[in-house]
């Protein structure tokens, strides 16, 4: 049985467009985070400039574990492994910690090579990041992730910034994020899902205290699921199971982007983030008294395409919706997940780019509604 704050029901989605309508202004400032997208890397100082009106403190960084090592490397626990490649990461992570643009960067890290998946490759589907894998070349990996950011590790003539805060593992209750769910037809993910935190936490926590910090470990954000699925796991269920594995972690994760693209009504068992009380309420049941913070990891809603029901005034919705969970004084970061607008997600940002046909590089209205209810900071 679900906690009664999940049983509610949240507001619809008209109710959430009339809200859109009735903002108000100078909301109390939460923790906001942007996604580290492609705007960074081609707009340089303007993206900034973007993140700055936007309040944004905190900056996500995804890293693919397949990416970075295509193939098995030697001295896996070091940086320096021969067969690691870091560069992407790299200019990512500088990016995100310009101190001429002071922000904290998240981790986000996931993907298992083909060489290193359990199943050898016996499952199929080559080049699928989702496939759980060896214990111990996980392990490695963090190892040298967590040495890298730590601060203390100089690359290129300088020393690469630290990242002190990682989520591990993001989506761990979908099928595209975490493989097997079910094993001879009883849910698995969440005690496999264990493994791979806790082993995670271990390496990132020795390099951390090696070097004099606390390193903040968030489990992957559980990802709404889309009511016609028989392969996800509904994020409820999901997070009970963790709960009943004894599942060590700081915060937990969420993502809540509504399947849809739309943000309205959360089914039973699924949470949403216009009922962010009721995703504290089941937290609180499955570990009470530790009141757990929680970490909106992952969150955006699309301005299009109209023919598929979603319109600027939908994403407009949603970030009235995202803007007050991050608020909530449980919340410690909210992470929305696109800046800008681009060629290969036309309708995923918050601000319009050219040369696409359908963008002028004018502020979107979901921009509008942002700076509304949360004020850009005066310089």
Same mark, same amino acid.
């Given at each position: 049985m679900y906690p009664e704050a999940v049983r509610r029901l949240p507001v619809l989605a008209l109710a959430l467009l009339a809200a859109v309508a009735a903002w108000p202004a100078a909301a109390s400032a939460g923790a906001y985070g942007i996604a580290l997208d492609g705007a960074f890397a081609t707009s340089g100082t303007a993206a900034w400039n973007d993140a700055r009106a936007l309040s944004v403190s905190w900056v996500r960084v995804d890293v693919r574990w397949s990416e970075v090592a295509p193939t098995a490397p030697t001295s896996a626990r070091l940086p320096s492994g021969k067969g690691y490649d870091w560069g992407a990461v790299d200019a990512k992570v500088r990016a995100a910690a310009d101190p001429a643009h002071p922000a904290s960067v998240l981790i986000s890290v996931w993907g298992t090579p083909d060489w290193a998946r359990q199943d050898g490759g016996a499952g199929g589907e080559p080049g699928n990041g989702a496939f759980l894998p060896k214990r111990a070349h996980w392990r490695n990996f963090v190892a040298a992730l967590a040495t890298r950011y730590s601060g203390a590790y100089v690359s290129n003539g300088s020393a690469l910034p630290r990242v002190s805060a990682f989520e591990i593992w993001p989506a761990p209750n979908l099928q595209a994020g975490l493989r097997p769910q079910r094993l001879a037809g009883r849910l698995a993910a969440p005690a496999l899902f264990k493994g791979l935190l806790a082993g995670?936490?271990?390496?990132? #926590?020795?390099?951390?205290? $090696?070097?004099?910090? !606390?390193? !903040?470990?968030?489990?992957?954000?559980?990802?709404?699921?889309?009511?016609?699925? !028989?392969? /996800?796991? =509904?994020?409820?269920?999901? +997070?009970?199971?963790?709960?009943?594995?004894?599942?060590? +972690?700081? $915060?937990?994760?969420? #993502? +809540?982007?509504?399947?849809?693209?739309?943000?309205?009504?959360?089914?039973?068992?699924? +949470?949403?983030?216009? /009922?962010?009380?009721?995703?504290?309420?089941?937290?609180?049941?499955?570990?009470? @008294? =530790?009141?757990?913070?929680?970490?909106?990891? @992952?969150?955006?809603?699309?301005?299009?395409?109209?023919?598929?029901? #979603?319109? /600027? $005034?939908? =994403?407009?919705?949603? &970030?009235?919706?995202?803007?007050?969970?991050?608020?909530?004084?449980? &919340? $410690?970061?909210?992470?929305?997940?696109?800046? =800008?607008? !681009?060629?290969?997600?036309?309708?995923? @940002?918050? #601000?319009?780019?050219?040369?696409?046909?359908?963008?002028?590089?004018?502020?979107?209205?979901?921009?509008?509604?942002?700076?509304?209810?949360?004020?850009?900071?005066?310089?």
């Open positions: 995670a936490a271990t390496e990132i #926590r020795a390099v951390a205290a $090696a070097n004099g910090y !606390t390193a !903040t470990i968030i489990s992957g954000g559980v990802a709404r699921t889309d009511p016609a699925s !028989t392969a /996800d796991t =509904q994020p409820v269920a999901f +997070l009970r199971a963790m709960a009943r594995a004894r599942v060590t +972690l700081d $915060a937990i994760g969420l #993502r +809540l982007s509504p399947p849809s693209g739309v943000e309205g009504v959360a089914e039973a068992g699924n +949470l949403s983030a216009s /009922d962010v009380n009721g995703a504290v309420a089941v937290v609180d049941a499955y570990w009470p @008294g =530790q009141a757990r913070a929680l970490w909106l990891t @992952g969150y955006g809603a699309p301005s299009g395409p109209a023919e598929a029901g #979603r319109t /600027d $005034a939908t =994403q407009q919705a949603a &970030v009235a919706v995202f803007l007050a969970a991050a608020q909530n004084a449980r &919340v $410690a970061v909210g992470v929305w997940d696109a800046l =800008q607008d !681009t060629p290969a997600a036309p309708y995923a @940002g918050l #601000r319009a780019t050219a040369p696409a046909a359908d963008q002028t590089g004018a502020p979107k209205p979901s921009w509008t509604t942002w700076t509304t209810i949360v004020p850009p900071p005066v310089t």
